[in-house]
């Protein structure tokens, strides 16, 4: 029984570990800088060409980075691809520069709605004291940490205008003008982000090493926690094969435990 036991605990063991990585795809500007902060995480990232079915099959976390000014990326505006993705439990960690017209980059994944303000700014606190994010494996972020970049937030949402059940993370320096959250959508989630991430993820900047070293391990591990809530179904696969593996070893050892007597 003991060798059962261990056996089944052992591919237990083996299958949530297997899954220990997340999957990135990254997409859009500074691809190749988005991809070695994945990766340095222990993460696999790769480099997406497109953001079509066929491209987002097999990854976990979609990570785009809007680099322009002027505009929302393309390929997210009416992409049923996309909000498949998340609605089946992808998650989508979007750096947009843009700001302006958001509402219609999220308007496959549920931030349609979504309340948002174009106003350059180089003051980012803290909006929420009970918040995850800002303490990770690049350290903690305070009301002082990333402040004094270069136009480091390129606009806000409105608090009250975000999808029901959403999380605040960072705001502008006044409160309720949020540049960082995130919201569930079916069984994925979107992690939504007014930092211009693409300048500052190779240090570039005022204070551009605080966005590389703090901030960015703090995010990608955010949203890695998100795309771990579930494990997936071949990891849940084994987690049964294991726990029957343990139930039947002890059934028959309470059976050869059993003595029979006569009357």
């Known amino acids: 029984m003991k060798k059962i036991l261990l056996t089944a605990v052992s591919v237990i063991a083996f299958s949530t570990s297997a899954n220990a990585a997340t999957v990135f795809g990254v997409f859009g500007s500074a691809a190749s800088d988005a991809q070695a902060a994945a990766q340095a995480q ?3 990232a790769s480099i997406l060409g497109s953001l079509d079915a066929v491209s987002l099959a097999g990854i976990q976390v979609l990570w785009v980075l809007n680099g322009s000014n002027n505009s929302q990326t393309a ?7 996309l909000g498949s993705f998340v609605s089946n439990g992808g998650i989508f960690l979007y750096h947009d520069r843009n700001v302006t017209d ?3 980059g999220l308007g496959q994944v549920g931030g349609g709605a979504i309340s948002f303000t174009r106003d350059l700014g180089s003051n980012i606190d803290v909006e929420n004291a009970v918040n995850p994010f800002t303490t990770g494996p690049g350290g903690t972020i305070d009301d002082t940490t990333l402040d004094g970049g270069n136009s480091s937030t390129h606009g806000y ?3 009250g205008s975000l999808p029901a059940g959403a999380t605040a993370f960072l705001n502008n320096g ?3 003008n949020v540049v960082d959250f995130s919201y569930s959508f079916g069984s994925g989630a979107v992690h939504y982000s007014s930092i211009p991430l693409d300048f500052y993820i190779d240090g570039g900047g005022s204070n551009g090493d605080s966005f590389r070293n703090i901030y960015t ?3 990608l591990a955010q949203v890695s926690s998100l795309a771990g ?3 997936e179904p071949a990891t849940w696969a084994f987690m049964i094969f294991g726990f029957g593996a343990i ?4 059934r028959r050892q309470r059976k050869a435990n059993v003595k029979v007597s006569y009357a």
């Open 42 to 44: 222990g993460n696999t």
């Open 157 to 159: 949402a409105t608090l």
């Open 229 to 231: 809530a579930v494990p």
């Open 102 to 104: 958001a509402a219609s």
């Open 75 to 81: 390929d997210l505006i009416g992409n049923a691809a």
């Open 174 to 176: 006044t409160a309720g």
């Open 247 to 250: 139930g039947g070893a002890m």
């Open 217 to 219: 391990p703090n995010v």
